[in-house]
């Protein structure tokens, strides 16, 4: 495998139409200012008409050509219909034909203790991380299998879709959702010659990292103090280097590496050699820094009971 790819052809995104949702700041952002730089055609996608004036701007500033075909649009991705129209208005820009690429980077992340949640609140963690982009892969896989057209779906998940830690149960379930929906279809649509890419990001610095820590318990900051993070710079053009590669999942630094390894079951692997090494140092250190992350946990048990006093969460019914 470690042979053929040093032979392989990278996939070159010079001339392709690249559709970003999520991509009006933050990692879509920078991924579309990656692309735009490599020469791509970008259409990026989210609500915030504002915001994606700003960075449709920041698209033109660094133009190629005069022929690249950047554009805007503002819709919510979170539904089939909202979607469908998104993608449907993208590809008129290009005689209808589907974009060649489809980075879905939409979603967002809010913390917080599970006993403090409700059915309301996991429903909506789920349309902020699972349907944010499975409605934009169904209906992409929809237009290009119905118009027989090849391409790309990436998702973008999180290192937290290998795992997860305290202050995450309505945000990673998600992301382990998208990984699901990923590995069903990396098979599935080899019917269609549409390929299929993952990638697992660890903490991101972007503004919506910093409004997540206003409201992040202490306990998951505590966990966290030690995850040095990426600008979204980086992440993005370790996603875009994956896709090139023809990675199925994607990790750009040596934690994800270690994780990716250790939780591959029958995926696809990267390379052989560096992937049994990196599950090797997985299987040693892992076990360690759970260890570690449980009992940080454990030493929170008191002040976690005065927080949920003065909710009066852990009040009896009847002293209520």
């Not at 963690?125 to 499975?134: E, H, K, M, V």
């Not at 990196?278 to 040693?284: A, E, H, R």
Request: hydrophobic share 40%.
């Amino acid at each position: 495998m470690f042979i053929s790819q040093l032979f392989k052809r990278k996939w070159d995104p010079r001339g392709r139409h690249c559709y970003i949702t999520g991509g009006s700041s933050g990692l879509g952002l920078s991924l579309a200012i990656l692309l735009t730089k490599k020469g791509a055609d970008v259409s990026i996608v989210a609500r915030n008409e504002q915001r994606l004036q700003k960075a449709l701007e920041e698209l033109e500033a660094v133009r190629q050509t005069p022929n690249q075909i950047l554009k805007a649009y503002s819709y919510a991705v979170e539904t089939e219909q909202g979607a469908a129209a998104a993608l449907e208005a993208a590809a008129q820009a290009h005689g209808g034909k589907s974009p060649d690429v489809a980075f879905l980077c939409a979603g967002r992340s809010t913390p917080g203790f599970f006993v403090e949640q409700d059915e309301a609140f996991l429903r909506k963690g789920l349309d902020d991380t699972f349907w944010a982009q499975a409605s934009s892969a169904l209906v992409s896989t929809k237009r290009m299998v119905r118009r027989r057209e090849k391409g790309k779906i990436v998702f973008v998940s999180s290192v937290l879709g290998y795992f997860s830690i305290a202050g995450y149960s309505a945000y990673s379930p998600g992301k382990f959702a998208l990984r699901g929906l990923a590995e069903a279809l990396q098979s599935e649509l080899i019917l269609y010659g549409i390929d299929v890419h993952i990638c697992f990001p660890g903490t991101i610095y972007t503004p919506g990292y910093e409004e997540e820590n206003r409201n992040k318990p202490k306990l998951t900051l505590k966990i966290e103090e030690s995850d040095g993070g990426a600008t979204p710079e980086v992440v993005a053009a370790g996603l875009l280097r994956g896709v090139q590669n023809g990675d199925f999942h994607i990790t750009y630094d040596f934690i994800g590496n270690v994780f990716r390894a250790s939780t591959a079951g029958s995926s696809p692997r990267n390379s052989t050699f560096l992937d049994m090494l990196y599950g090797v140092i997985g299987f040693i250190a892992l076990p360690i820094w759970r260890h570690s992350v449980d009992s940080t946990v454990r030493k929170h048990r008191a002040e976690h009971q005065e927080y949920l006093a003065a909710l009066g969460i852990d009040q009896p019914e009847s002293a209520r």
